[in-house]
Antibody, heavy 123, light 109 residues
Framework: EVQLVESGGGLVHPGGSLRLSCAAS????????LHWVRQASGKGLEWIGR??????????AYGASVKGRFTISRDDSKDTTYLQMNSLKSEDTALYYC??????????????WGQGTLVTVSS | QTVVTQEPSMTVSPGGTVTLTCASS?????????PNWFQQKPGQAPRSLIY???NKHSWTPARFSGSLLGGKAALTLSGVQPEDEADYYC?????????FGGGTKLTVL
């Protein structure tokens, strides 16, 4: 059974940093592309970014609102992906999900999702 | 960045048919935008329903179908069930990145 479990959320002050983790199991992690998506309370989904497998040089891409502030990485030895969030703003307050798809490219569906971890940015 | 637009809300009667659409600010949505559709119910994570315009998962009910319609991506529900009441999001491929639409709240009434 595919499982994605996010952790690391919490309360952080504006301008601060936080690192989220997403631990995976039940599939070949090293060959998968991992995505991060967030959702503010009562709002829609927002794509944050993705990281491709080693075979694609761990290539990353980011959404406009987080580019330059957020960094996605992965540790294939731990079947875990990370979202490093810096210079946090109140508008970054949201539930953060990780998701995955097989291999590389847009033909593959985001077929598995975690339950999310909540990040609150407030003074 | 591309803006993806969906109907904010739609209402359908049980047993009826409804089509949700997904438009791109860059022009007509094509198969090269690899439209995906997700369903999200309150308190739950999103669930993939349709990928690459019209492909279904093993868990996707037969009453859901995806297509391209009039320059937009479309999700059609035929024979709507009460349990289909949910938020629906489209996701488009945007040159290496992805962009979600704002979502459609579907009410079954």
């Amino acid at each position: 059974e595919v499982q994605l479990v996010e952790s690391g959320g919490g309360l952080v002050h504006p301008g601060g940093s936080l690192r989220l983790s997403c631990a995976a199991s039940g599939f070949t992690f090293s060959g998968s592309t991992l995505h991060w998506v967030r959702q503010a309370s009562g709002k829609g989904l927002e794509w944050i970014g993705r990281i491709r497998p080693k075979t694609n040089n761990y290539a990353t891409a980011y959404g406009a609102s987080v580019k330059g502030r957020f960094t996605i990485s992965r540790d294939d030895s731990k079947d875990t992906t990370y979202l490093q969030m810096n210079s946090l703003k109140s508008e970054d307050t949201a539930l953060y999900y990780c998701s995955r798809h097989e291999a590389v490219g847009p033909t593959w569906p985001l077929d598995s999702w975690g339950q999310g971890t909540l990040v609150t940015v407030s003074s | 960045q591309t803006v993806v637009t969906q109907e904010p809300s739609m209402t359908v009667s049980p047993g009826g048919t409804v089509t949700l659409t997904c438009a791109s600010s860059t022009g007509a949505v094509t198969s090269g935008d690899y439209p995906n559709w997700f369903q999200q119910k309150p308190g739950q994570a999103p669930r993939s329903l349709i990928y690459s315009t019209s492909n279904k998962h093993s868990w996707t009910p037969a009453r859901f179908s995806g297509s391209l319609l009039g320059g937009k991506a479309a999700l059609t529900l035929s024979g709507v069930q009460p349990e289909d009441e949910a938020d629906y999001y489209c996701l488009l491929y945007d040159g290496g990145a992805r962009v979600f639409g704002g979502g459609t709240k579907l009410t079954v009434l």
